[in-house]
């Protein structure tokens, strides 16, 4: 086989793919998406060829538009193009309408997660929803109707949230020089024991990510080789090793029972109310960027990292 015969097959390819203006009047088609639609039965012909545009007209539309002429000819054309744009306009805007209605729903699921509110509610707020638009536009009821918030979608739609959450923390953790974690454990009002494992990540660029990296319900026991199964599942899902952890603290722990300089520096400033005072006065008068120092207590240990952080950036005035 020699190589000039595709490349001219080529060749001949690319020229026939140009739509050509005069296809318009000759056969009332116009291009769509590098297609040839037929103004007068809306089938697209696929391969712009005029043998192919050509071969539509003649055995579909040929008998009953040929006698059309001149000014007819272009008349015709022109409303048919007319009334094809209105079509196509109605249905983008029929698109973008239902995801508006998408995201009603999305951002509805995300506000009742947040509030802890049972997925069941979406039912109610797409009945008040009604209520609103029956009274002040009821003209919009299609519109508002489209929006889903049965229970079921609500769930849905949250667990799409989390595990688009879940999807950009293992998207951050890849880059994670080194991270430590956070354990809590509590009890639902089932009395079933949740594991609640939060995690501080650290990039080269030193940007830190802090985030609630997974919670379980620890069913039967929950000793300290079941929270270790955990935590070392959750590492696998991040795909995290254990040479990049750095600390770890826990509920009840050593880690922050005052032992550490800086848990004794700040219960030095803040247990004391002269101490705490007279440390406020100095920032002020020093024109600190913080006015004061956050107290540590065993009780919000979780926020050790905010202690951690203003700390550190009041190091000079300490
Ligand atoms: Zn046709």
Redesign the pocket.
Known sequence: MSLSKPQKKRKVDLECRAFKAEWSENY??TELDGKAL??????TIAVLKEYNIRR??QT??SAQYSQLTGKERSQKLETLKRSISLQRSFFTKMKNENKAASKVSLRVAHLLAKEGKPFTDGELIKSCLIVAVEEMCPEKMDLFNNISLSARTVARRVEDIGSNITNQLINKANDFEWFSLALDESTDITDTAQLLLFIRGVNADFEVTEELASMNSLRGTTTGEDIFKEVEEMLTKYNLKWNQLKCVTTDGGKNMSGTEPVVSTVNFIRSRGLNHRQFRDFLSEVEAEYPDLPYHTAVRWLSSGKVLLRFFELRAEI
């Open positions: 009332f088609v037929c103004l007068l039965c809306s089938d539509h007209y579909k539309h």
